[in-house]
């Protein structure tokens, strides 16, 4: 069964810092990967997907996020954090072609001033 | 993208009661979900919302507790039925044509007392 690790429950930055959230996967097929970002309050945004190709993917609010397969990853990375990036981010796995996603626990952000 | 209007967004409710959560979406979209997302978890899939005929349940979820209505390609609901305090969760609904390509609604935070 397909599985979705989120490593780090929280993690805090200064804003202008990098910020590399990590994310590991297991499923059997070729993943479509998902990243989404949740705002407190708020539904789920999605921030950028891959499904095949380039494996470095970009997307909005200067996200990007690199699939590794011998890694089993797909890392999202932005290279300066803003104040209003602060949010819950959930990396998500795709179960083929029932388009049904398996969602890691999510990692909290806290940018400092 | 589709917009997604998901309502209430918030309730608390006695137990052994019912509560009934909607979503309408501004376009027709083929695919429509829901999700669960308990307290510092993660979301989970409680079922994929047919047009229809009878929506298709993930494991550990029935009809009789999460009867859902996908009357047309727009519209949905989720009932969550005699409510015990252990179903206090966000829920949310999401929806999208092929591909992946889902949005959320802003979810519906339920308290159980």
């Known amino acids: 069964a397909q599985s979705v690790t989120q490593p780090d429950i929280h993690i805090t930055v200064s804003e202008g810092a990098s910020l590399e959230l990590r994310c590991n996967y297991s499923y059997g097929a070729t993943p479509y990967l998902f990243w989404y970002v949740q705002s407190p309050g708020q539904g789920l945004q999605l921030l950028l997907k891959?499904?095949?190709?380039?494996?470095l993917v970009q997307g909005i609010k200067g996200f990007e996020a690199e699939f590794k397969r011998s890694q089993s990853s797909f890392n999202l990375r932005k290279p300066s954090v803003h104040w209003s990036d602060a949010a819950e981010y959930f990396c998500?796995?795709?179960?083929?072609?029932?388009?049904?996603?398996?969602f890691g626990k999510g990692t909290l952000l806290t940018v400092n001033p | 993208s589709a917009v997604i209007s998901q309502k209430p967004s918030r309730d608390i409710c006695q137990r052994g009661t019912s509560l009934t959560i909607q979503c309408q979406v501004d376009?027709?979209?083929?695919?429509m979900f829901w999700y669960r997302q308990q307290p510092g978890q993660s979301l989970t899939l409680i079922a994929t919302a047919n047009q229809g005929s009878e929506a298709t349940y993930e494991s550990g979820f029935v009809i009789d507790k999460f009867p859902i209505s996908r009357p047309n390609l727009t519209f949905s609901t989720l009932t969550v039925s005699n409510m015990s305090p252990e179903d206090s969760s966000i829920y949310l609904c999401s929806g999208g044509t092929g591909n992946y390509g889902y949005t959320f609604g802003s979810g519906t935070r339920l308290t159980v007392v």
């Open positions: 998500a796995v795709g179960r083929g072609s029932n388009y049904k996603l398996t």
């Open positions: 891959y499904f095949s190709g380039d494996t």
């Open positions: 376009s027709q979209v083929t695919m």
